[in-house]
């Protein structure tokens, strides 16, 4: 596949893949602190009533929002004599006279930072994660999140269905065999079973081409089985909560992600809990526990460990471009990150999210091209 084609083909996919699959809302974004669930506010008048403040952070925190929604990064009568691209956020948590607790949950829970080296870096990162948070609550709503009906198992499902349409081949249960070069070095072809199917680009996830990555840590999950909805989370059939490092003592958040039989995930009245964080001791499971103590009497729990691993630079000369692992998180974001970036990589410039939205009417109708 060229480069240009690469291109029409990724992004009538993106287009066009929502006609395959079904999402629904998470019902509520939590998040961890002194040893309670909180909901994480999505409004000023939630965070003047949430109990995750007292009563002059609340008031400082609205005036940080206050800021953040009406911050344009080109006009500077927005800016009250701040330069976000060079400015710290440990200078705008100090301006505003944030404590540790309130910093904790915007920078894990509303940005979705996953450690505080974020403090310091420019602001206007931050700012700008701190938009699309608030900006998808009063979209959706409950909670910015959203997960297929079904499982995480649609989201191929749906691309594969749209590939068909424009002439993709899917061979599933096939093992790998190896890819076939060039004598200019590049990828050429995938073996299978004795045959090989020509192409000029492979993408893969790290298990295929395991020399072209480096190990750079662990992850451990634990999927649970529960007859009951998350405690502390207003009876919610689906629900995230992500526990910032600082409150457990740790050097990364845990996440803890409940869905259920309203997303078609289990059978009725039955709830599956996700409790994940990436490993720092000899112990992982144990490192769980702040995350499974939140989620009331377990009927049954999976623990696996995995290895993560992410491309080595500089491996794509051969045109093979492979993914990093899934991380501990549970909202996807890296995930997505990934993706972008390999598609930056494949055709040397970045996604235009912009051509996206123009042309999504075009992709209403099946029948179109």
């Not at 996919?13 to 998470?26: A, I, S």
């Not at 499982?151 to 349409?165: K, N, V, Y």
């Not at 600082?246 to 803890?256: A, E, F, L, M």
């Not at 729990?301 to 995995?306: D, E, G, H, I, R």
Request: aromatic share 12%; with cysteine; net charge neutral.
């Amino acid at each position: 596949i060229s480069m240009k084609h690469f291109k029409q083909w990724y992004q009538r996919r993106v287009r066009g893949v929502t006609r395959y699959l079904e999402f629904k809302q998470v019902d509520g974004s939590y998040v961890y602190k002194a040893g309670k669930v909180h909901k994480v506010p999505g409004t000023e008048a939630e965070a003047l009533s949430s109990s995750l403040m007292g009563f002059f952070e609340k008031k400082r925190f609205r005036n940080l929002l206050q800021f953040a929604f009406k911050y344009e990064e080109n006009d500077a009568s927005t800016h009250e004599g701040l330069d976000l691209k060079r400015v710290p956020m440990q200078q705008l948590y100090e301006k505003y006279n944030l404590d540790t607790n309130v910093r904790d949950f915007v920078g894990h829970a509303i940005a979705l930072y996953r450690d505080d080296n974020y403090i310091k870096e420019p602001a206007l990162a931050t700012i700008n994660r701190m938009k699309l948070y608030f900006n998808s609550i009063a979209k959706y709503q409950k909670s910015p999140y959203l997960y297929p009906l079904y499982g995480l198992g649609e989201l191929p499902q749906g691309f594969a269905r749209l590939s068909a349409i424009y002439g993709g081949t899917y061979m599933l249960n096939k093992p790998f065999e190896g890819v076939t070069k060039g004598e200019d070095g590049k990828v050429s072809g995938v073996t299978s079973e004795g045959e090989t199917a020509k192409c000029k680009i492979v993408v893969a996830d790290p298990s295929y081409f395991p020399d072209k990555c480096q190990k750079s840590g662990q992850v451990v999950r634990a999927i649970c089985l529960l007859n009951h909805p998350l405690p502390n989370t207003n009876n919610s059939q689906s629900s995230q909560i992500i526990i910032p490092q600082n409150q457990v003592g740790r050097k990364s958040d845990i996440y803890v992600l409940c869905v259920s039989f309203a997303h078609n995930v289990s059978a009725k009245d039955w709830y599956v809990a996700i409790v994940s964080t990436t490993v720092e001791t000899a112990n992982p499971e144990a490192e769980l526990e702040p995350g499974l103590r939140l989620l009331g009497p377990v009927a049954e729990k999976f623990v696996n460990v995995s290895d993560l691993y992410v491309p080595k630079e500089g491996e794509e000369k051969d045109n093979i471009f492979v993914s990093a692992s899934f991380d501990a998180t549970t909202h996807f974001e890296t995930t997505c990150e990934d993706i972008i970036k390999i598609y930056e990589k494949i055709t040397g410039e970045p996604f235009d999210f912009c051509a996206l939205d123009q042309k999504l009417e075009e992709f209403k109708n099946p029948t179109e091209g």
